[in-house]
């Protein structure tokens, strides 16, 4: 039987250079629950001679919902480009 989930769920920042997209090493985050993919697609046709000529149908824009359960504290803050800092109580 085919399973589909979520195992083994790791993530990585993105640093774009003028030599390309390069990524740090991978981290998991804390267990995937869950996982929404929504992706926004451009379309273009344009009709010559009362028909199709050409169309074109390009990448927009995407968002990536993940659920997990007791996230590890220092790698969200460093996707999240944010600091952990201790308080004394």
Do not use: W
Not at 14 to 25: D, Q
Not at 37 to 62: K, P, R
């Amino acid at each position: 039987m085919a399973k589909i989930g979520l195992n083994s769920f790791r993530c990585s920042v993105l640093t774009e250079t003028a030599r390309g997209p390069t990524y740090e090493g991978a981290k998991a985050p804390g267990k995937a629950i869950s996982c929404s993919v929504d992706i926004t697609s451009n379309s273009a046709m344009l009709y010559a001679d009362d028909a199709l000529a050409e169309s074109d149908t390009s990448f927009q824009s995407g968002t990536v919902t993940i659920g997990i359960d007791e996230e590890n504290i220092t790698t969200m803050a460093e996707l999240l480009s944010h600091t952990v800092s201790e308080t004394a109580p």
